[in-house]
């Protein structure tokens, strides 16, 4: 697979943007609601998410204070809909542990640090991945980094950039080549938008099996 693929995912964006329009990402309220978001929405549906994070509104503690005093095992239980509510909310207690510890219980502190240094403490955490730290980092931490997800290996893979074996790394360089030649303060928003571009069309034509009629994408094929 030879092709350049910087500037096609670019010419993606572009027509993706120009088919759905902004996509206003991430639906929550305050950064710390993105992150326990980002926790929620691993393995699951963005709708059991919204009762989880509705779940949590209801009762007072999406904020650091609640998620701090909430017992686990209540907390489990306002999670449930997320499913995997053991792991969840362990992950997301430590990372509350975590920055209380590490940075004086401070969202802007954390997000202070170079880029490099902010991922490389969220993927320590437990119950951090790639995917997970990269979310945090763009939409709650305001660091403008590429979001890699199976929608964008799909993508990738069926348009004939990068196939299913390549690492998650190798895909995050692609859409970096994408906007590289787009001014520094541009960056930010351009990854916040085609990561949300790339869930709408993988939502709509890009799940495992491929629904290609109607598809914004379908002329690059």
């Excluded at 007072?60 to 609640?66: A, K, P, R, S, T």
Aim: glycine share 6%.
């Amino acid at each position: 697979m030879t092709k350049a693929a910087g500037p096609i995912l670019r010419n993606f964006h572009d027509q993706l943007a120009a088919a759905y329009g902004p996509q206003q990402w991430w639906p929550a309220q305050t950064p710390l609601e993105v992150i326990v978001g980002a926790y929620l929405t691993q393995n699951t549906s963005w709708r059991g998410v919204e009762r989880s994070i509705a779940n949590l509104i209801t009762h007072g503690v999406m904020n650091l204070e609640g998620l701090r005093a909430i017992q686990e095992e209540e907390l489990r239980a306002l999670i449930r809909p997320s499913g995997y509510m053991v792991r969840k909310a362990a992950a997301i207690k430590a990372f509350v542990i975590f920055l209380d510890r590490e940075h004086d219980s401070s969202l802007a502190r954390l997000s202070a640090q170079p880029t490099s240094e902010v991922r490389r403490q969220l993927l320590a955490l437990p119950g951090v991945g790639e995917e997970t730290a990269d979310a945090i980092l763009l939409y709650a931490l305001l660091h403008p980094v590429a979001v890699v997800d199976e929608y964008l290996r799909r993508i990738a893979d069926r348009h004939g950039l990068a196939g299913r074996d390549k690492k998650y790394g190798h895909l995050q360089q692609l859409v970096d080549a994408a906007f590289v030649n787009d001014p520094v303060e541009f960056r930010l928003p351009l990854y916040n938008e085609f990561h949300a571009l790339v869930v709408a069309v993988g939502k709509q034509h890009c799940g495992p099996k491929p629904r290609c009629e109607g598809c914004p994408l379908a002329p690059f094929h």
